[in-house]
C-alpha cells in the first residue's frame, strides 16, 4: 500500500499538468511539482495556505472561486482561462472533480493543463485564414465578412452614408516578376499596401484580393466625388518610382470604383459594380473610373478645380472686389471685401463655387491670409482721404482658427493701422449655430481688441433669441432671401417688420443685403430700413473703379422723399 502510495507521488509530481486538492475551506491540501514550479512560490507558500492568499482577492473572488463552489456541491466542472503564472500570461484549460471520502465530498481535485502554445498555433491558423501571408494585408475572404458587416451597418444607420469600393489593379506586376524576380515582385506589392494604407482612415479597410489586385474600402463618406479624391491620391502614390539597384521601377496603376448604394445593394453587386469600373478603366487606359459616368465627371470636373486653384495664387487669378454699403440717403459708408476667381478658360467662378472646395482642401486659410493682408494694405491708402470701412468675410475654418487675431494684428502692421476701428468681420449666423458659447466667446475676444462684428446671413440659421441677445455684433446683416418677395407678399413684409423691430430692441443696426429694385427699396424704407447693399446701388467693383466713385462724391440710387 506504501508502494502504491509513492507510485501515486511520483506520477502526481512528475506530470507537466498542474494538479492540486482544495477543500472546503479552499486552502491546498495537495499541490504537484510542476504546480509549485510554475507558480514561481516556494511550497511552503502554497500547501496550506488559501487559494486567495496564493492568487490573491480579486482573481479568487472573480474567477476560482464560482468554479470551487459548483465542484464542492458534487459538479463537475470545465472551462479556459487566462492566468498570470510569474512574467507571463497563459490560457489554461481547467477540469473540476468532486472528491469524495466516505461518501462525502471533502475537497476539489483541480486539473490545470496549459493550452497557450495550443492559442497561438490556433491564432495563427485563424490569421492565416483572414490575412493574406505575403503581404498581411486582410484577404478576400475577409473583405466578404467585413463588407456584409458595413453594409449592413450602413443600412441600418439614420445617416445618408456613403461607401465605396476602390478595386486596384497592378497591371504591370507581371512584367515586373518576369524581368526582375517574384521576390522583387512581392516585395513592392508589400510595400504598395503600406503606402495605401497610410493613406487611410482608421475607419478604413485594404485588402489584398487575388494575384495584383489589391481592394480599398471607404467607409462613412458623405460626397459622391470624395471616392475619387482617394482614388487620385493613391494613383499618385502607387506610381512613384522604387530603385532597386540601377534601376528605377515603376509600377502602373488602374482603379475602378463603386458606391454603395447606387451602384449596388449587395455585396456582390457592390463587388460587381468595382470590377466592372475597373475593367473600363484599363480599357479605356484611364487612371480611374467610377462606375457612374455623370459622378465620375463631376469627380474629374471638381478634382480639376481644385488643381487650377492651387494655381491660381501664382497666376494672379484672384482678384478682390468691393460692393458699397449705402446709407438711405445714398452715401457710401463701407463696403463689403468680396474675393472672384477670374479663371483663364472658365471666365469668372463666384465664390459659391470655388470657397467649398478650398474649405475641403485646406487653401481657405491660405485664400483668407491673402485677402485680410491685401485688403487692409487698400484700405490704408484709402484712409488717407475717404473715411469708410470695409468688411471681410470670415468661413467658419477661419474663424475657429486660434490665430486669427494675430493674423488681423499682424496685417494691421503691415498695413500701418493703427487701430481696427475701419474694420468689420462677418460671421454667418450658421456658424456660431454649432457651438453657440464658444463662438461668442470667440466674438467677444475679437470685439474687446477692437473689431466690429456683423453678423451675416441673419435669418437662415433660425437663432436662438436665448444668446442672439448676448451676441457681441453690432450690427445684423438681412439675407437676400427674406428681400426677393416683400413686394408682391404681405407675409413677407410681415416677417421684414419682426426682424427690423427685434434689431431695434436688440440695439443693433441692421443692412438690407441684396437690394435689386426700386420697388424692394421702397418697402425696406418704409418698414425703418436705413441701410443697403445690392446690386440696385452698385455691382461688386474693383478698387479702382471703388476709388473713382468714391472720389466723384454722388449719392448712389436712391427713393428720395417726396
Known sequence: MVELEKRFEYIVNTSSDFITLVNREYRYDVVNESYIRNIEKPREEILGHRVEEVWGKDVF????????????????????????????????????????????????????????????IEAKL???????????????????????????????????????????????????????????????????????????RNSDYIFRYEGNELVVLLTCLNQEYGPAVVARKIHDIVT????????????????????????????????NSAAEALRRSMSENRPYLMYD???????????????????????????LNYQPIVDINGKIEGCETLIRWDHPQKGRIPPSEFIPLAERNGLIVSIGKWVIFKTLRSLKSWSEEYSIYTSLNLTSREFEDNHLL???????????????????????????????????????????????IFLDDFGTGYSSLSYLKDLPASTLKLDKSFIDEIVHSQESRNFLKLIIHLAENLNKELIAEGVETEEQLAVLKKEGCHKFQGYYFSPPLTEQELLTLLKAGRALPVIREG
Open 61 to 120: 473572488f472573480k474567477t476560482i472561486k464560482p468554479h470551487l463552489d459548483r465542484c464542492l456541491a458534487g459538479e463537475e466542472v470545465h472551462y479556459v482561462d487566462r492566468f498570470e503564472f510569474g512574467p507571463s500570461w497563459r490560457y489554461m484549460h481547467i477540469s473540476y472533480y468532486p472528491y469524495q471520502e466516505n461518501g462525502e465530498i471533502t475537497h476539489a481535485l483541480v486539473f490545470s493543463h496549459d493550452i497557450t502554445r495550443l492559442g497561438e
Open 126 to 200: 485563424i490569421n492565416y485564414e483572414f490575412r493574406d501571408p505575403m503581404t498581411g494585408l486582410f484577404n478576400g475572404r475577409s473583405l466578404d465578412i467585413i463588407l456584409e458587416m458595413e453594409l449592413e451597418k450602413a443600412n441600418r444607420s439614420q445617416k445618408e452614408e456613403l461607401l465605396s469600393l476602390l478595386f486596384i489593379s497592378i497591371t504591370n506586376l507581371q512584367e515586373i516578376n518576369l524581368s526582375h524576380g517574384h521576390a522583387l515582385g512581392n516585395m513592392l506589392l508589400e510595400n504598395t499596401g503600406i503606402r495605401i494604407r497610410e493613406l487611410l
Open 240 to 271: 512613384i518610382p522604387y530603385r532597386s539597384g540601377s534601376h528605377d521601377i515603376c509600377l502602373t496603376c488602374h482603379i475602378g470604383i463603386s458606391l454603395f448604394p447606387k451602384d449596388g445593394d449587395s455585396p456582390q453587386n457592390f463587388i
Open 293 to 319: 459616368r455623370k459622378i465620375h465627371n463631376q469627380a474629374v470636373s471638381r478634382l480639376k478645380m481644385e488643381s487650377d486653384m492651387v494655381r491660381a495664387f501664382e497666376k494672379g487669378e484672384f482678384q
Open 406 to 452: 494675430s493674423i488681423l494684428q499682424a496685417a494691421l502692421k503691415q498695413a500701418e493701422l493703427e487701430n481696427p476701428d475701419r474694420i468689420r468681420l462677418e460671421c454667418t449666423e450658421s456658424m456660431e449655430m454649432l457651438h453657440p458659447d464658444l463662438i461668442i466667446e470667440k466674438m467677444k475676444s475679437l470685439s474687446e481688441a477692437g473689431f466690429e
